[in-house]
């Protein structure tokens, strides 16, 4: 058990690592956003990402339905994050 937990703590450093980069590509985009003028929230680029995640989960044999809770959560903090930026 206690080798099972070690890998599952390494996982999760590393899934703390890449969501962090991934707070890093959002806040890139809110300075491409402001200098073309676009909304924090798209709404088109919310239902693509949602999607694709779920199909992607499908394909790895994850539940979508977690997927999709999962980054509704994290699309919804990285938009509340960009509007904090752009002022909406």
């Known amino acids: 058990m ?8 390494t996982l999760d450093d590393e899934l703390v690592r890449l969501l962090a980069q991934r707070r890093d590509y ?3 985009a809110v300075a491409l956003k402001r ?21 992607r989960a499908a394909e790895a044999d994850l ?11 994290l699309v919804e ?4 994050r960009e509007e904090r930026v752009l002022g909406e």
């Open 2 to 9: 206690a080798e099972l937990r070690e890998a599952i703590d």
């Open 26 to 28: 959002i806040d890139r």
């Open 35 to 55: 200098r073309e003028d676009l909304p924090a929230r798209l709404e088109d680029r919310v239902t693509q990402v949602l999607e694709r995640v779920k199909a």
């Open 63 to 73: 539940d979508p339905a977690l997927a999709e809770t999962l980054w509704t959560h």
């Open 77 to 80: 903090w990285s938009i509340a």
